[in-house]
């Protein structure tokens, strides 16, 4: 168990429809990472927080957005889903969030959009 | 841009060695990492190497690194049922913040 935990485990939802999806950090972790993970694409790092402010912008849609807060948990909005949205969607966390810290990452939620 | 290569599948028999190989790109990155991920769970940090390392040895693990040719490698000895799971190689990325890059994973099937 890696401390980090991601609900819900799955999600099946229809195209045109927005979901969220919800991440808690390890305890101690100040820094929250959103990875997507798909056949085709493999693991695609999508944004970073640290704190709650942004820190990085990876291959994040503009349909998709995420926050984190105060008491450190994120969430990840995704809005106008597409088939190809389905994937395996990771959160991760580390204690700081700078560069060559270990992450940890929690077990993930499958979206399947129909 | 950045790329992580690996190759995709490996298939090897109880007991005997798994190398698996990864190429890498940014000659910056600091640390490079392999994870594992097993059905059906997220991903599980296996070992790491610091750039000024040629070598880890962790158990049964052994991780190389070549930076002249930005190449790593992870050796499994005795290789075991249970190892089987898809392995992915990662490197920190100056672009992405402090996130990780990782490759899309080998699939190592290990058969009794």
């Known amino acids: 168990d890696s401390g980090v935990t991601q609900t819900p485990k799955h999600l099946i939802t229809a195209t045109g429809q927005r979901v969220t999806l919800r991440c808690s950090p390890r305890?101690?972790?100040?820094?929250v990472y959103w990875y997507q993970q798909s056949l085709d694409q493999g693991l695609q790092f999508l944004i970073q927080?640290?704190?709650?402010?942004?820190?990085a912008k990876g291959n994040i849609l503009e349909r998709f957005s995420a926050q984190q807060f105060p008491d450190l948990h994120s969430e990840l909005n995704l809005s106008s889903l597409e088939l190809g949205d389905s994937a395996l969607y990771f959160c991760?966390?580390?204690?700081?969030?700078?560069?060559?810290?270990?992450?940890?990452f929690g077990s993930g939620t499958q979206l399947s959009v129909l | 841009g950045e790329d992580v290569e690996q190759s995709l599948f490996l298939s090897v028999r109880e007991g005997d060695s798994s190398v698996i190989n990864c190429t890498y790109t940014?000659?910056?990155?600091?640390?490079l990492y392999w994870y594992k991920q097993e059905p059906g769970a997220g991903l599980q940090l296996l070992t790491y190497?610091?750039?000024?390392?040629d070598m880890k040895q962790d158990q049964r693990l052994t991780v190389l690194l070549n930076k002249k040719d930005k190449h790593l490698s992870l050796r499994i000895a005795d290789t075991q049922t249970g190892d089987s799971a898809i392995y992915f190689c990662?490197?920190?990325?100056?672009?992405?913040?402090?996130?990780?890059?990782f490759g899309k994973g080998t699939t190592l099937s290990v058969s009794s």
């Open positions: 927080y640290y704190n709650g402010e942004e820190r």
């Open positions: 940014d000659s910056s990155s600091t640390y």
């Open positions: 991760a966390s580390s204690v700081t969030g700078r560069a060559n810290e270990k992450l940890f």
């Open positions: 990662a490197e920190s990325s100056n672009q992405a913040g402090t996130a990780l890059i």
């Open positions: 305890s101690g972790d100040l820094s």
């Open positions: 190497i610091f750039s000024n390392m």
